[in-house]
């Protein structure tokens, strides 16, 4: 038993447990009977431990002294953090994914395991997908042969947009890889069900901002200068009324502003201001449009008011858009490790992720994890006191093992 096991005690055995148990092959049964422990410790020390994007140093450490223990070789990104290792042999090669970075924002969970570094936790889940791809690269470590590659990629920043995946692009993570595969946490799912969906599985995110400029003045004499709060309401109210009327409306097109700043004193026209909003879209046509489509919008808005204005429209990431046969595969995964009960459907979410820009370039199919105990409140992704049923690691471990298994064969 290693030090990170010695500190962790194991969740109760329950039905769900089950899901997780003796569904072969015998080796993975094997190696998560004797491995359920370290998979859970590797998460609370991660989770302790948590790194903003690209400065992943110690996460990337912990991961490559794992892998390279089990006779692997892990390559470092070019960046210094993220790694990308092989196992196996062959020319077919599948991929399996795991983002490594946290949030900035302070923990409130109250956990034993909380995190040591203030502003900065793993309120997404990220620490769980790193343990469970540490565990499912372990795990096929184990196995006797395997019918061909699998490429493991631990990827930095993710939550800084672009994302840390076109580093892994850049890098070549994604050279003779036939299929892609991930999980990400869902706390909408119970504990024991995964969910699939063929086609977007999330949104494109973009960021917009609008910095707007004035000569400033009285507010008694607005018609002397360009009235600039004016201005910026006139856009808050305007930009989503008409791009509500510009796109098409099954697109999922949202725009919603998170940040207005503008002025002191209540009988002065500013001189500056600034507006911040995310525009999210479900559909990639309509991603490829918005940045022209708001650029001549965000104009005809201002152009009447006189206040001078530059508009940054910052392109995020593209929907996940999961490839029907590669989704198949991993329902087929999930039904030979967990049994046809733990399928689930899932709806398509708005928030973003850069899975996405893997999916540019290959095929393949991210699934959402339910980790949610089945009792309580269902806490949100990115809410300071979001936490996860660690119940559901050892499942996650199983399906990434068969996923990549049923993609090789």
Do not use: K
Request: charge should be negative; include cysteine.
């Amino acid at each position: 038993m290693t030090a990170l096991e010695s500190r962790t005690t194991m969740p109760p055995l329950s039905a769900v447990d089950d899901i997780a148990a003796g569904r072969g092959p015998s080796w993975l049964d094997s190696w998560l009977e004797a491995h359920r422990a370290q998979v859970v410790a590797w998460r609370r020390h991660i989770h302790a431990h948590p790194e903003l994007g690209h400065t992943e140093d110690a996460t990337t450490s912990l991961v490559a002294g794992e892998v390279a223990r089990a006779g692997l070789r892990p390559t470092l990104l070019p960046g210094g953090t993220g790694l990308i290792c092989d196992i196996g042999t062959g020319d077919r090669c599948i991929a399996l994914r795991a983002d490594i970075d946290a949030l900035p924002l302070r923990e409130a969970t109250g956990l034993s395991f909380a995190s040591t570094l203030d502003g900065v936790a793993h309120a997404c889940g990220h620490d769980a997908h790193t343990a469970i791809l540490l565990g499912a690269a372990l795990a096929l470590a184990s196995a006797p042969s395997l019918p061909g590659r699998v490429r493991l990629i631990f990827q930095p920043a993710e939550e800084v947009l672009p994302g840390g995946a076109l580093d892994v692009l850049a890098a070549g993570g994604l050279s003779g890889v036939d299929r892609i595969f991930a999980l990400h946490c869902d706390p909408r799912l119970p504990t024991g069900r995964i969910g699939t969906r063929v086609g977007s599985i999330t949104s494109a995110a973009d960021l917009l901002e609008l910095r707007l400029s004035s000569p400033g003045g009285h507010t008694s004499r607005p018609h002397l200068t360009a009235d600039l709060v004016h201005a910026l309401g006139t856009v808050i109210t305007g930009l989503p009324g008409l791009l509500s009327r510009r796109v098409d409306p099954r697109s999922g097109t949202v725009l919603v502003w998170g940040a207005v700043q503008a002025g002191h004193a209540p009988n002065t026209v500013p001189q500056d201001g600034v507006l911040r909003g995310t525009l999210r879209t479900a559909d990639r046509d309509t991603w490829g449009e918005l940045e022209r489509l708001v650029c001549d919008l965000v104009g005809s808005l201002l152009d009447p008011t006189g206040v001078g204005y530059e508009l940054e429209h910052t392109r995020g990431v593209p929907p996940v858009v999961n490839e029907s046969t590669s989704t198949r595969l991993l329902q087929e995964a999930v039904g030979s490790g967990a049994g046809e009960a733990a399928l689930s459907g899932v709806e398509q979410s708005s928030g973003g992720e850069d899975f996405g820009w893997y999916l540019e370039q290959v095929p393949g199919s991210l699934a959402r994890l339910g980790v949610w105990p089945g009792h309580g409140p269902q806490r949100d992704l990115h809410q300071p006191t979001f936490d996860l049923d660690e119940r559901a690691l050892p499942l996650g471990v199983r399906v990434m093992v068969h996923t990549a298994l049923a993609a090789l064969t």
